[in-house]
């Protein structure tokens, strides 16, 4: 009776500890989780990031026109000087012009980067965390270019009468079109920045559970 009590206790301990091990492993065997890919909608998103920046640059950059204004010599005599109007004129669409230029070679740098990583390895941890900070921090940059160049193609849309700012898109009707689509533009690039973060922060969080 010991011998039977001696043999079969080492064969009800074996199923215990073969059953502990296949619920303990899970789905994966007992192994640790297979590694997780980079998203596809990271790349995704990063190509289309690249594509409206570099957009809203040549848009900018391509800002200028040239109007013929009347000034007044002596009434009623008056002569017509052609007048510029540039993107260079003033330092808040240098500004952005500066922001556009690093967006775009910043999101051509991920892209590649998401490039590599959905095809050969796996995203770490480490990589999404520095993602996010960076795209955290891109998006505010792009948000406060955005923000200066806003304004002041809103005054010179409507001008400002308090401050006897006159408006000039009246006159420099292509000059405006070029600063509004390139403003609208760059809030595109921006509100993508805000998606990679909150997609990246997700993802980090989902591997942390």
């Given at each position: 009776m010991a011998t039977v009590d001696g043999t079969t206790a080492p064969s009800s301990g074996g199923k215990t500890a073969t059953v502990a091990s296949e619920s303990g492993g899970g789905r994966y065997g007992g192994g640790p989780p297979p590694p997780a890919r980079c998203s596809g909608a990271n790349l995704a998103l990063r190509a289309l990031l690249f594509a409206v920046s570099l957009s809203a640059l040549v848009v900018l950059v391509t800002a200028k026109q040239t109007v013929m204004i009347p000034f007044v010599i002596r009434p009623p005599q008056f002569i017509l000087a052609p007048v510029p109007a540039k993107y260079t004129h003033s330092p808040a669409l240098i500004y952005l012009l500066a922001a556009l230029?690093?967006?775009?070679?910043?999101?051509?740098?991920?892209?590649?980067?998401?490039?590599?990583?959905?095809?050969?390895?796996?995203?770490?941890?480490?990589?999404?965390?520095?993602?996010?900070?960076?795209?955290?921090?891109?998006?505010?940059?792009?948000?406060?270019?955005?923000?200066?160049?806003?304004?002041?193609?809103?005054?010179?849309?409507?001008?400002?009468?308090?401050?006897?700012w006159n408006k000039i898109c009246n006159v420099y009707g292509k000059?405006?079109?070029?600063?509004?689509?390139?403003?609208?533009?760059?809030?595109?690039a921006a509100i993508v920045l805000v998606l990679l973060a909150f997609l990246n922060a997700y993802s980090l969080?989902?591997?942390s559970r």
């Open positions: 230029c690093a967006t775009c070679f910043y999101s051509l740098i991920t892209a590649i980067s998401s490039v590599r990583l959905l095809s050969s390895s796996a995203c770490s941890a480490k990589t999404l965390f520095y993602l996010i900070l960076l795209d955290v921090f891109y998006a505010a940059v792009m948000a406060s270019a955005t923000g200066t160049a806003g304004a002041v193609a809103w005054v010179g849309l409507k001008g400002n009468s308090h401050t006897r000059f405006c079109r070029h600063i509004g689509s390139s403003t609208f533009l760059a809030l595109i969080y989902r591997r």
